[in-house]
């Protein structure tokens, strides 16, 4: 009897140690708490948020890891994987943490990231627009929307290492403020981040000759690309096309040819010694390239609209963002049976066509042509990263009910941006988009478990070669078995 005692005593023990075994999904955000230790984003977050930073952690792993799910889905979640915060976070919850987050510690945390980046390397800058239903939000206004969506619009702007590819630093604007208004604000707020040494890369948005007036005064280097039909620039064409299109300009690894100019800049400066405006020349780089691949699509592309606008004014069904180019490519007059007659301005066609395949990169710091290249092709980061955040992470068209409440939605996809920037450098870098998709390789280690028993500590499952060969190509090393 006691025998049997002991005995039923005994398999109790194991039954409940049994119910209290826990198994976990590991794999995963074994990785992004690698990552977040390995770029500063957890102990960067733990400074500026250290009541909540777990939280924001495991949301953001959640965005990642759970493709374009809503947080309503967290606790089902939660409750399957390993993550910083180990406990549920309700959509309330969620609601009062995203409203909880303020500016300040925002760019409290900017700025540490900022002072991790590389002090010569380019800032990659760009907006897009953001689609929201909302219809009390102040900032959510009609705009021109980059993805042709009929809702109003919050833009936001984005800054990215250009060799770190990373982003550190993000700003929400009125939907209805246009790129080239932008760039002032970014200065003086980057300046107030102790960010002396900015060098911008951006797209021929970003042109304007105020723009460019600015960055010169304010002592800023830059990498813009300019439209061909610029006077200054059409001239250069035109004058130097002989060069241009020389065997010498010819760059084999790209399959075009580079040519650059050297000019001069002028631009209105107050004088503190004589108390007034007075004109500078600044040296200003002209990089131009002629790709022949890139003049037959120009061609393609410019045939297929002039037919376009030519049937618009033929039928009487013009389009008002075409107004301008009416006016340049064509005469239309009434004819005798109340019709319109179309005529082509042939001269202003033929000008165009002495542009085809060409395309200019204007700087006050770069002088060589491919490395302005170079520097100019890896801006589209930034575009990227933008897609990254509004398809995958579900931030394409948002819903929320506060000003706060949008902050620090932002803030937490934000986060979650860093990750997935620095999972895709990781994947472009050793070739593994031929293999697999950013999902299918979070798929891969997912799998990973984990289990946790009361006074025996943990393990996990078996790990495989090609999970660790993934964790090696993250730059990361692979978990221990026994821990």
């Not at 948020?49 to 952690?57: A, G, R, T």
């Not at 909880?100 to 907006?127: C, G, H, M, P, W």
């Not at 040519?259 to 108390?275: F, I, V």
């Not at 120009?298 to 004014?313: K, P, S, V, Y």
Request: aromatic share 12%.
């Amino acid at each position: 009897q006691t025998h049997r005692r002991a005995q039923s005593a005994k398999n109790e023990s194991l039954v409940h140690d049994a119910l209290s075994v826990s198994r976990t999904f590991y794999g995963c955000t074994y990785l992004l708490d690698a990552i977040g230790e390995k770029t500063g984003i957890t102990s960067d977050l733990a400074i500026c948020f250290p009541d909540s930073y777990k939280q924001i952690l495991s949301i953001a792993y959640y965005l990642i890891l759970e493709d374009k799910n809503s947080l309503l889905r967290f606790p089902r979640w939660s409750s399957m994987h390993n993550h910083p915060y180990g406990s549920v976070i309700t959509s309330q919850r969620s609601s009062e943490l995203f409203a909880s987050i303020k500016e300040s510690s925002k760019f409290k945390f900017f700025n540490l990231q900022l002072k991790r980046k590389a002090d010569n390397e380019y800032l990659a800058y760009d907006t897009t627009s953001i689609s929201s239903y909302s219809k009390t939000l102040a900032s959510v206004k009609y705009g021109k929307n980059k993805d042709n969506d009929p809702l109003p619009q919050i833009n936001l702007a984005l800054v990215m290492g250009e060799e770190s590819a990373l982003p550190f630093y993000y700003r929400k604007m009125p939907g209805n403020i246009s790129d080239v208004t932008t760039i002032f604000n970014l200065i003086t707020e980057l300046k107030n981040m102790d960010c002396h040494n900015i060098k911008f890369v951006m797209d021929r948005g970003f042109y304007s000759k105020d723009n460019i007036d600015m960055l010169y005064k304010n002592n800023i280097k830059f990498l813009i690309a300019a439209k061909s039909g610029l006077k200054y620039i059409s001239e250069n064409i035109t004058k130097e096309k002989e060069h241009i299109r020389s065997w010498n300009s010819y760059k084999e690894q790209y399959d075009l040819y580079s040519y650059t100019t050297p000019t001069a800049w002028e631009y209105m400066q107050y004088n503190r010694k004589t108390n007034r405006e007075e004109k500078e020349r600044r040296t200003l780089y002209l990089h131009t390239y002629f790709s022949l691949e890139r003049a037959a699509e120009d061609e393609r592309r410019q045939n297929i609209l002039l037919r376009t606008l030519e049937q618009e004014l033929s039928l009487g069904r013009k389009e008002p963002e075409h107004e301008k180019l009416y006016k340049k490519y064509f005469e239309t007059t009434k004819n005798a049976t109340g019709g319109i007659t179309v005529k082509p301005r042939t001269k202003e066609i033929e000008k165009a066509k002495t542009l085809y395949g060409y395309f200019t990169l204007i700087s006050n710091d770069i002088q060589d042509g491919v490395q302005a290249l170079e520097i100019y092709r890896n801006k589209d980061l930034a575009e990227k990263a933008f897609e990254n955040l509004k398809e995958r992470l579900n931030l394409k068209r948002t819903l929320v009910s506060s000003e706060a409440s949008l902050e620090g939605k932002l803030f937490v996809e934000f986060i979650s941006l860093i990750y997935m920037s620095y999972i895709k450098r990781q994947m472009q870098q050793e070739g593994l988009f031929k293999k697999y998709t950013m999902h299918e390789l979070l798929d891969e280690l997912d799998a990973i478990e984990k289990y946790e028993r009361p006074d025996k500590g943990s393990f996990l499952s078996e790990i495989t070669s090609s999970q660790k060969e993934l964790y090696a190509a993250m730059g990361i090393e692979p978990p221990a078995v026994h821990r």
